[in-house]
């Protein structure tokens, strides 16, 4: 007998692989429900009848759908129309929404001062800090940007700190066209010294007035300047 609720891996050709590598199929009347859906997907698995799809890559494990029987997902999806097509439905979906907004505007508040704090620069540089600090947010800061401005697991200050190093290892250095070998550390050890080198230059705009064009942290915000990055 087939188990009800299991963990699979994708195989080939359409097929699947249990937790033993074993190559298997769904059972007979199961289709496929692509991950997207949160609340179909909700509904499906709470019927308690289900292979859950997941696919490791590296460090990560991302699901791709469920496999269950095609009566629960066809009753589930008309179930969540129905539901999302209710006028209370959709109030709260705005409300909901709302609130995530503002929540947003926010953080992207206390983020930008956050950054600015870090930066800490030069009374003379100060028009170059709120530009930095501002494409910093920008890029940092957009909900499912993956970046570690996301994160809850460390403080806000520590979060802008390691933003500010990201967008200069992508925007002053060549780590973006790097050929770097694939060796246990090798990466780690590069994004290391370009971060020493991206706070030699972060320190020069704290201390002293910068005003060189051919400075690689203004060349680089001249560039985003240039695409009318709002």
Not at 145 to 168: D, F, H, P, Q
Not at 191 to 197: F, G, K
Not at 208 to 216: A, G, I, R, V
Request: aromatic fraction near 6%.
């Amino acid at each position: 007998m087939e188990q009800q609720i299991r963990i699979v891996q994708p195989g080939p050709l359409g097929a699947l692989k249990d937790e033993h590598g074993n190559t298997i199929l769904p059972p007979r009347g199961w289709i496929f429900l692509p991950a997207g859906d949160a609340g179909v997907t909700r509904k499906v698995t709470a019927k308690g009848k289900y292979w859950r799809v997941q696919e490791r890559r590296g460090n990560k494990v991302f699901t791709k759908g469920v496999w269950a029987p095609a009566e629960n997902i066809e009753n589930a999806k008309s179930e969540a129309e129905q539901q999302r097509s209710a006028p209370e439905y959709q109030k709260k979906m705005e409300q909901s929404k709302m609130r995530r907004d503002q929540k947003q505007q926010l953080y992207e508040e206390d983020f930008l001062l956050a950054v600015k704090s870090y930066l800490n620069f030069h009374p003379s540089n100060a028009h170059i800090e709120d530009e930095l600090a501002r494409y910093v947010t920008i890029h940092a800061t957009p909900v499912g940007s993956g970046t570690v401005a996301r994160t809850s697991m460390i403080a806000i200050e520590e979060r802008a700190a390691k933003a500010v190093i990201a967008w200069m290892r992508h925007h002053t250095t060549r780590y973006d066209n790097m050929k770097i070998a694939r060796i246990k550390g090798e990466r780690r050890m590069v994004r290391h010294n370009l971060a020493v080198s991206s706070l030699e230059l972060l320190q020069r705009y704290r201390e002293t007035p910068q005003e060189n064009p051919d400075c690689k942290l203004q060349k680089a915000l001249e560039t985003i300047r240039s695409t009318k990055l709002p």
